[in-house]
């Protein structure tokens, strides 16, 4: 579901067509801030032809930032407030200067265009260059009152790179090549060159080959400051110049005899197979591969987002334990912090009571101190512009007030504002003579291919009614009339053919137990299946179009959930949405608060915490910031703060694991991108490369990239080594989920920081492409060193 309560909005292309991540170069870009000269972009802010928060003026803008990363920028300076909630890929902008989403009806939020174009991505993935526009407006009918037709739009930003003295022969071993490279901002770039897989010497933008007898492979690369690259690989040869003697006629020639040829040759005959069939598809194999990898990519991750947790639980894996307080943060954030006072969205309700249902909270109950998500379902609110909330958003609420009603088959009180009755003739009014749906609340708004497939989902409990199974038919129809021949969905709305649609569909479908593979939505032999699990990228995410370079959350989330829903339908298991066989999990009774014992007198200073910021924070509680502090292992920053829950850079993971060993050199490491830092800095990553702690990439150490829990990881492992004289031995691998798709040493290095107790993981996930946190590494430390 496109967020279900942003179906309205591609407009969240305000932070997202696709919604987007907010960018995480924040550390690189500080940095590039100081030494580049200032760059500016045309930035404005406008509700409408009488409201005009930002008029049109130059912003500043830095190599790596993004539309959003200006805006947020730019509003703080001219004292507009935004909301946008999200993190990653689910960012999204809800309001800007007390103008929000659905404020202005059901059709309204805000857009954004650059250079008169509305890119299909969202707003924290297109990242500007000096001399754009970039204009943030209001739309209240979704994006048609803008003439705002999606497109794509920076599809690559890649550096330029040109070479020129290539020849393909040579006769000369010294071959000069002049190199020009920029990144997409502009900035020159310094390039590097191998040849022949040895290092070659670079001169400025001169690369200096030196070739062997016969043929050469050159390769140039050059890399921006976001880690962005680009190569050119050039062949040469090299035929040096000899002049040799002519040779001495022979002058007895032995004449050659003319060959006898060969009487009747038989012709070998050509083999005339039979033709074989192919095998048919196993889905359910095919499937079950596909639900695993991207359980396993949304799971690489942080969990945050309730679709991700719902085909999660469906599909029989478990939910990180973190995610608890993510559902308890969003239900006061969302719901209860709003209710009552006009501005709760119905669709953050219905979502939030199908998640409680999905992980054992009771949505009555929601809080544990008896808030009712259901009762606010049922009894909707009013809205600021007096509109019931229920119907405000469109027929998105309708439809899922329906499924969570459903999820568990909840009672409605028969004095309710709203019945499963009500409920049903409200969203029939609705459809379309063609058999879809809209998301506007009457039958004039553009179809929606997404609606449609959710307003299947919702009436698939009632199609023993008649009106209700005439319903259902017209609605099929229409979706098998619409798909096209590639077996998805065309809606220019959303920027093209996107397995969202797809999935919603096949979810729709599969609701109402017909197989998405049947004859009526397989287009030139392709299913919807099949149209869907095509978007399925290496990492085992999901694409938003199939042109994308890189799989997209929300994307994933609704595929996982279409998958879901085809693998309960063979296996005949009931709907996706329904959650009665999970039990309610009872709420824990508070402990009863104890008399309390008369106040001691005081201790002067009695263990003194140094740092502003770590009073009851594990690592301190539990000694591990203390002991790696006086250790001199970890240092506090000027302000008088350890910021335990940092993330750790590659710089500063070398640093801690060099001191902590007491690692020295006498040598220089080789890398080309820590030159500009501290000789103490530049001595540490010396000792940790020459002592086979760190190795590089293509002579780059990257220092300030985050540092993953699979890479401290790696580091600790041959630090290991460094410290005892030999690896570690493990007897079996650690029971992770989540790290067998990685290479042998880096499966070993996190099972012995589970050996060891430096790691144990949560709920059976290493979550190995997390960043390592400065509380986490101060624990891996002290574990380590008492081990070795």
């Known amino acids: 579901m496109k967020k279900f309560t942003r179906i309205t909005a591609a407009f969240a292309l305000a932070s997202a067509a696709v919604l987007v991540p907010i960018a995480p170069y924040a550390e690189q870009l500080a940095s590039a801030a100081q030494t580049q000269s200032a760059h500016t972009v045309q930035h404005s802010i406008t509700i409408s032809s009488t409201e005009v928060p930002m008029p049109m003026a130059a912003v500043t803008v830095v190599e790596g930032e993004t539309v959003l990363d200006v805006l947020k920028r730019s509003a703080a300076s001219a004292g507009i407030n935004i909301v946008y909630s999200g993190s990653g890929e689910s960012a999204y902008v809800e309001v800007i200067n007390d103008v929000g989403e659905f404020d202005r009806g059901e059709g309204s939020g805000w857009m954004y265009s650059v250079n008169g174009i509305y890119p299909n991505r969202g707003a924290g993935v297109i990242k500007l260059i000096p001399g754009d526009t970039v204009e943030w407006k209001y739309t209240t009918d979704l994006g048609k009152d803008l003439q705002a037709d999606l497109a794509p739009f920076r599809e690559n930003l890649e550096p330029t790179l040109t070479v020129s003295g290539a020849q393909s022969t040579v006769a000369n071993p010294n071959l000069s090549l002049h190199v020009q490279a920029k990144s997409y901002f502009g900035t020159p770039l310094q390039p590097t060159a191998t040849v022949n897989g040895e290092e070659a010497t670079v001169v400025g933008n001169t690369v200096q080959a030196v070739l062997k007898n016969g043929s050469n492979t050159i390769i140039v690369k050059a890399t921006d400051a976001v880690h962005g690259s680009v190569t050119k690989t050039i062949q040469v040869t090299y035929h040096p110049v000899v002049t040799e003697p002519q040779p001495t006629p022979n002058p007895n020639p032995v004449p050659t005899p003319n060959p006898v040829p060969t009487p009747n040759p038989t012709p070998n005959p050509t083999p005339n197979p039979d033709p074989v069939a192919p095998p048919a598809k196993d889905y359910s194999k095919i499937v079950t591969a596909a639900i695993n990898q991207a359980s396993a990519r949304i799971l690489a991750g942080e969990v945050t987002s309730e679709w991700q947790v719902i085909g999660l639980v469906k599909a029989g894996k478990n939910v990180p334990d973190s995610y608890t307080k993510e559902f308890q943060a969003h239900l006061r954030d969302q719901v209860i912090s709003r209710s009552g006072k006009g501005r709760m969205k119905i669709t953050d309700v219905e979502r939030l009571a199908m998640t409680a249902a999905a992980i054992g909270i009771d949505p009555m109950n929601a809080d544990g101190k008896g808030f009712n998500l259901i009762d606010k379902i049922v009894n909707s609110e009013k809205h600021t512009t007096g509109a019931d909330s ?55 708004g553009s179809t929606s291919f997404d609606i449609t497939a959710m307003a299947l989902t919702a009436i698939a409990p009632y199609t023993d009614q008649p009106q209700v199974r005439q319903a259902r038919e017209r609605a099929v129809k229409f979706l098998s009339n619409a798909q096209g021949p590639t077996g998805g969905f065309n809606e220019a709305f959303v920027g093209g053919i996107s397995s969202e649609a797809t999935a919603q569909v096949i979810i729709g479908l599969t609701a109402n137990e017909i197989d998405p593979r049947v004859s009526m939505f397989t287009k030139n032999g392709i299913n919807l299946l099949d149209h869907l699990l095509s978007f399925q990228m290496p990492d085992g995410g999901f694409q938003h179009t199939s042109g994308d370079r890189s799989s ?176 570690y031995e493990i007897d079996q691998v650690a029971p992770f989920r989540d790290i067998h798709n990685y290479n042998l040493e880096a499966i070993r290095a996190m099972t012995m920081l589970y050996d060891l107790d430096m790691a144990k993981g949560s709920n059976g996930h290493f979550m190995p492409g997390d960043s390592t946190t400065r509380a986490h590494a101060t624990k891996m430390l002290i574990q380590f060193l008492a081990t070795t």
């Open 552 to 727: 997209n959350a929300i994307a994933t989330e609704q595929a996982l959930q279409a998958l879901v829903a085809f693998d309960l339908l063979i296996k005949d298991k009931g709907p996706l949405y329904s959650f009665t066989e999970i039990p309610v999990i009872p709420v824990p009774k508070p402990e009863p608060t104890p008399e309390p014992e008369p106040t001691p007198e005081p201790n002067p200073n009695p263990n003194p915490t140094p740092f502003t910021d770590v009073k009851g924070h594990w690592a301190w509680t539990e000694g591990y910031i203390q002991q790696t502090v006086e250790q001199g292992i970890f240092k506090g920053y000027a302000d008088g703060t350890f910021k335990p829950n940092q993330s750790l850079t590659r710089v500063q993971a070398v640093a801690i694991i060099v001191r902590a060993l007491d690692l020295k050199t006498d040598k220089k490491a080789p890398f080309l991108d820590t030159q500009n830092y501290a000789a103490e800095t530049q001595a540490e990553i010396a000792a940790a490369f020459h002592n086979g702690i760190v190795n590089g990439k293509d002579g780059k150490f990257m220092p300030s990239q985050k540092i993953t829990r699979s890479q401290m990881a790696l580091m600790l492992y041959r630090a290991y080594e460094v410290q005892n004289g030999k690896k």
């Open 390 to 444: 229920l119907t405000y958003q469109g027929n998105n609420g309708i439809i899922f007030a329906l499924i969570a009603l459903d999820a568990k088959d909840y009672q409605v009180p028969s004095n309710s504002k709203w019945t499963r009755e009500s409920l049903i003739a409200e969203l029939l009014k609705y459809q379309k003579d063609d058999g879809s749906w809209s998301l506007s609340t009457d039958k004039s």
